[in-house]
């Protein structure tokens, strides 16, 4: 049974940082592409970023380029995500996605089978 379990999520001022984790079980997680998402209330659910587990390395979306750093640690079966020069709409719940093993990294929701609970992360101005 795979599990995705978030954490990091909170209240953060704008111009703040913070850094989610989500630890992954029940997977090979070296073989798995693994992803970040985000919904908003009133808003469907957006890719963040993604990490490979090839060489093609990470995704972002474009409102987060040069803010958002994605990370994974496959000693640990860890997967993070650092948020840095937060802003408002930056607030959503954040949701850690995986694909089955051995398939590509991409940015469509309806392509990963495996998520998390979500953690909620709320930028005020």
């Known amino acids: 049974q795979v599990q995705l379990v978030e954490s990091g999520g909170g209240l953060v001022q704008a111009g703040g940082s913070l850094r989610l984790s989500c630890t992954a079980s029940?997977?090979?997680?070296?073989?798995?592409?693994m992803g970040w998402f985000r919904q908003a209330p009133g808003k469907e659910r957006e890719f963040v970023a993604g990490?490979?587990?090839?060489?093609?390395?990470?995704y972002y979306a474009d409102s987060v380029k040069g803010r958002f750093t994605i990370s994974r640690d496959n000693a640990k079966n860890t997967v993070n995500l650092v948020m840095n020069s937060l802003k408002p709409e930056d607030t959503a719940v954040y949701s850690c996605?995986?694909?089955?093993?051995?398939?590509?990294?991409?940015?469509?929701?309806?392509?990963?089978?495996?998520w998390g609970q979500g953690t909620q992360v709320t930028v005020s101005s």
């Open positions: 029940g997977l090979t997680f070296s073989r798995a592409a």
């Open positions: 990490v490979s587990w090839t060489t093609i390395g990470a």
């Open positions: 996605a995986a694909r089955p093993p051995g398939l590509q990294l991409t940015k469509r929701v309806y392509d990963y089978t495996y």
